[in-house]
């Protein structure tokens, strides 16, 4: 977990700071709602509101998203990228996902229908963001077309 900073960005709220990052943090680096979250802090005996919880993500967020993202281990230096269908509620979706040489999902794309170019530009990006890579850039794409 990483460690609040003792600014003044803390003060005037009504809880400790170690109370306000731990939310905080939870929400974003396990896949929690905020009633998850309030549900946690519950068990540990604090009593919060999910509103309170979604006041401190908008406030304090995106400083503990940075310092996560930040933290993940490098990615490999060979990409995949992965098509599956997925029929939810009588419906086709197809989701994408870049997944490096360890398993890791780089990130996923979900479409309510199959658009390779969309798909292609969003996983360009993906890769220009992650700098190198040996199968990372139209190699990896090109089964695509």
Known sequence: MTKP????????????????????WAYHRFPM???DVEDLLA????????????????????????????????????????????????????????VDSKGDVLDILVQSRRNKQAAIRFFRKLFKSYRGGRGNSDQSLRWIA
């Open 5 to 24: 900073k003792q600014s003044g960005a803390f003060s005037g709220h009504r809880f400790p700071p170690g109370i306000i990052s731990y939310a905080v």
């Open 43 to 98: 068990a540990r005996g604090v009593v919060v509101s999910y509103e309170t919880i979604r006041a401190w993500v908008a406030k304090f967020g995106s400083q503990y998203a940075n310092v996560i993202r930040r933290d993940r281990p490098e990615v490999t230096d060979k990409w995949y990228v992965d098509e599956v269908v997925l029929p939810m509620k009588g419906k086709k979706y197809w989701l994408w996902r870049a």
């Open 33 to 35: 709602s905020l009633r």
